[in-house]
């Protein structure tokens, strides 16, 4: 029975996806995406599996078939292109003979559709890229233009994460961001992480508290526990840590239901034929 079949597979792959064995279940997967190509449950948990198991760029393999086999609403088709964007650039750094990181990365950036290239993400990705290949200088100044034309989280986030760019320099741009974003989780998250870079102790400790104050963030915990365990603060970043795993396993509490499962990962009666039914 081809319908059974899909169900089991679909479960399988579910439930290693639970357990975050990524390679495992895009192998269970792509057998279960040839039989059904227009199922679009199978489609998004394909997308998730390849981005999750680094192999993002791959969607843009078979994105422009499934448009057209599909009715996945066009805002996710969007999606996934612009998340496989994000992939493919961070591959960008490997030039191909005859060809610099840099001149490979503009050619890379020059395929992107246009329409997607001012996304925050998009434009974020390429700016780290830029950093990578030894461009930090005009990394800063495009991130830097854009965040005057457009306040974006992902943008904020790329400009912290400049490395070749002295910190310093950027704590104290992002510093008078905060009079018109001083609320912002996503600036005082890239103050916390300018200003331990920076040397910035005391600082990076405030603005640290400060973020996850206005937005709970377990990347953002985990960065605070390095930072507090590097201070010799031992017991603080142990409570750190234990907070942000905790969140993570609230998030696979959550994962688990959302697909159709219990928070124990048991598979719910009729979440495997609704989503065959529901996705023919």
């Known amino acids: 029975d081809p319908e059974a079949a899909l169900a089991v597979g679909l479960t399988r792959a579910e439930l290693l996806m639970t357990a975050e064995q990524w390679e495992a279940a895009l192998a269970t997967i792509l057998p279960l995406r040839r039989e059904a190509p227009q199922n679009t449950h199978v489609m998004r948990l394909l997308q998730r599996c390849q981005i999750e198991a680094g192999h993002g760029a791959s969607v843009l393999d078979w994105l422009p078939e499934a448009r057209k086999l599909s009715d996945l609403p066009a805002d996710e088709f969007e999606a996934f292109e612009r998340e496989a964007w994000v992939a493919r650039l961070g591959d960008a750094a490997h030039s191909t003979p005859g060809q610099t990181p840099a001149a490979a990365l503009d050619a890379l950036w020059a395929q992107v559709p246009r329409t997607l290239r001012a996304h925050p993400d998009l434009l974020g990705a390429y700016a780290e890229r830029l950093d990578d290949v030894g461009s930090g200088v005009e990394a800063e100044k495009l991130l830097r233009r854009a965040l005057g034309k ?27 961001w905060t009079k018109k974003h001083g609320d912002d989780a996503d600036l005082q998250g890239a103050l916390a992480h300018l200003a331990a870079k920076a040397g910035e102790g005391e600082a990076a400790r405030q603005h640290y508290e400060q973020a996850l104050l206005l937005r709970e ?8 526990a390095q930072f507090l365990h590097g201070l010799g603060d031992a017991e603080a970043a142990a409570e750190m840590f234990m907070r942000a795993l905790s969140l993570r396993v609230d998030a696979w509490a959550e994962d688990a239901v959302g697909e159709g499962r219990d928070a124990e990962g048991n598979a719910a009666d009729e979440a495997p034929s609704a989503r065959v039914d529901a996705h023919r």
């Open 150 to 176: 457009r306040w974006a989280g992902p943008l904020v986030g790329a400009y912290a994460r400049l490395g070749s760019v002295d910190a310093q320099q950027r704590f104290m741009q992002a510093q008078r």
């Open 217 to 224: 963030d377990r990347a953002l915990r985990l960065e605070y």
